[in-house]
């Protein structure tokens, strides 16, 4: 068990729906990040926030948008899904900012199915 | 654009001999790598790390090399236990990219009993 916590884990909806997933990172960590990992592929990093402001910007669509709370939960918009975007979304959480060089503990994913 | 890749989708090994996962990647500015380790319906996991200043890491049974000059490097497993059997992630960053992991596609090994 990572610490780390996501819900739902598996959302079905249709297109042109939007969708809320939910992280909670492991006690003390500030940085927050989010993955999106389609069928066979890699993670593709998506947003990092770090204490409640955003840090940095991977490959996130503008139909995606994320925000840190005051209590460092995350949570991952998603808008005017398309099919594509049925994918495992994960969260991570690390200590610090400098997620590619520090340990980052994984959440179990959330499995989006967009139909 | 595939900045790192692991070619190999899948690899068989036996019990008790050693694997060899393999990752290359093409940005000559990545300076760090990582091994994640992922179970079935659950979250990468850390398992190993190495900076660019370094040609090999260490941690018990598992050990990374780096070959800057071919761009390429490899997770040594030894020996391969039946819990090793999971999808192996290979992951690089670089400073001044706000320490983005650039992931692999991923290795799924299997270890034979």
């Not at chain 2, 497993?77 to 320490?99: E, H, K, L, R």
Request: aromatic fraction near 12%; include cysteine.
């Amino acid at each position: 068990d990572s610490g780390v916590t996501q819900t739902p884990k598996h959302l079905i909806t249709a297109t042109g729906q939007r969708v809320t997933l939910r992280c909670s990172p492991r006690s003390g960590d500030l940085s927050v990040y989010w993955y999106q990992q389609s069928l066979d592929q890699g993670l593709q990093f998506l947003i990092q926030y770090y204490n409640g402001e955003e840090r940095a910007k991977g490959n996130i669509l503008e139909r995606f948008s994320a925000q840190q709370f005051p209590d460092l939960h995350s949570e991952l918009n998603l808008s005017s899904l398309e099919l594509g975007d049925s994918a495992l979304y994960f969260c991570a959480s690390s200590v610090g900012v400098a997620g590619g060089r520090e340990t980052q503990y994984f959440g179990p994913g959330t499995r989006l199915l967009v139909l | 654009d595939q900045q790192v890749k692991q070619n190999s989708p899948s690899l068989s090994v036996q019990e008790g001999r050693i694997s060899i996962l393999n990752c290359d990647y093409t940005n000559s500015m990545f300076d760090y790598f990582l091994w994640y380790k992922k179970y079935p319906a659950e979250g990468p996991t850390f398992l190993i790390s190495i900076s660019s200043i370094k040609d090999k890491n260490e941690d018990g049974r598992f050990t990374v090399f780096l070959n800057k000059s071919a761009k390429h490097l490899s997770l040594h497993i030894v020996p391969s236990q039946p819990g090793d059997s999971a999808v192996y992630f290979c992951a690089a960053s670089a400073t001044g990219s706000n320490y983005q992991l650039i992931w692999g596609a991923g290795t799924k090994l299997i270890i034979k009993p």
